[in-house]
């Protein structure tokens, strides 16, 4: 499978497992799982067919390991725009988490902190690089450092997805640091 294929694959399993199920007629159960079998015969039916040997190197090789298979079932990690509960059990970060993103979005963050905007939670990194590449998907990157430490000893709760994203509800500006 080449690399071209692998993320035209990834994309659509992104696309229908975190914002469009409807689209291809999936449902996601509560915790965002679907049959794989329903799923390759929903995206065959919509014109983007592909194998189960596909969708397994795909899972496997996938850069941020966004998809968990477990038997005959599949879901997106994180990032769902669909109502979806994760059931991630609250976990303890460590003192900096760090977000990456662009300056012009800087004076709307100033003002109201870290939103989770169209997902469900605000996603945040383990270190400056994964951060970096963040922010990059937009523009050039502006890596802010976020109080983890303080923020969890002052109530808010974190969760860790399987593929090292950290996730929170949102972030207070307080708890940022701009530079
Ligand atoms: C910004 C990708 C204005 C925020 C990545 C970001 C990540 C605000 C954008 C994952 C704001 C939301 C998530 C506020 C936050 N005012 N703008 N108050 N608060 N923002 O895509 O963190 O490839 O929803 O800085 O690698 O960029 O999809 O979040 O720029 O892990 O697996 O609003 O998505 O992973 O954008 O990215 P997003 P994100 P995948």
């Keep these: 499978?080449?690399?071209?294929?692998?993320?035209?694959?990834?994309?659509?399993?992104s696309k229908h497992l975190r914002h469009?199920?409807?689209?291809?007629?999936?449902?996601?159960?509560?915790?965002g799982w679907v049959r794989i079998d329903e799923l390759l015969a929903a995206a065959a039916a919509h014109g983007f067919p592909f194998t189960r040997e596909e969708l397994d190197h795909v899972v496997a090789v996938?850069?941020?390991?966004?998809?968990?298979?477990?038997?005959?079932?599949?879901?997106?990690?994180?990032?769902?725009?669909?109502?979806?509960d994760l059931a991630l059990p609250p976990a303890e970060p460590p003192p900096y988490l760090y977000h990456g993103t662009?300056?012009?979005?800087?004076?709307?963050?100033?003002?109201?902190?870290?939103?989770p905007m169209n997902r469900?939670?605000?996603?945040?990194?383990?270190?400056?690089?994964?951060?970096t590449r963040v922010g990059a998907r937009r523009g050039r990157p502006?890596?802010?450092a976020v109080d983890s430490g303080a923020m969890r000893a002052a109530g808010h709760v974190f969760h860790v997805?399987?593929?090292g994203v950290w996730l929170t509800a949102a972030v207070p500006a307080r708890y940022l640091?701009?530079?």
């Design 120 to 131: 469900h939670h605000v996603h945040l990194s383990p270190d400056r690089e994964t951060a």
């Design 102 to 115: 662009v300056a012009r979005f800087l004076s709307a963050i100033r003002a109201e902190g870290l939103r």
């Design 142 to 144: 502006v890596v802010l």
């Design 177 to 179: 640091r701009f530079r």
């Design 161 to 163: 997805t399987g593929n």
């Design 62 to 84: 996938d850069d941020k390991q966004r998809f968990a298979v477990d038997g005959e079932r599949i879901r997106a990690r994180q990032g769902h725009s669909v109502p979806v």
């Design 1 to 13: 499978m080449h690399d071209g294929r692998t993320v035209r694959v990834s994309k659509y399993l």
């Design 20 to 31: 469009e199920p409807g689209r291809i007629g999936l449902r996601l159960d509560a915790a």
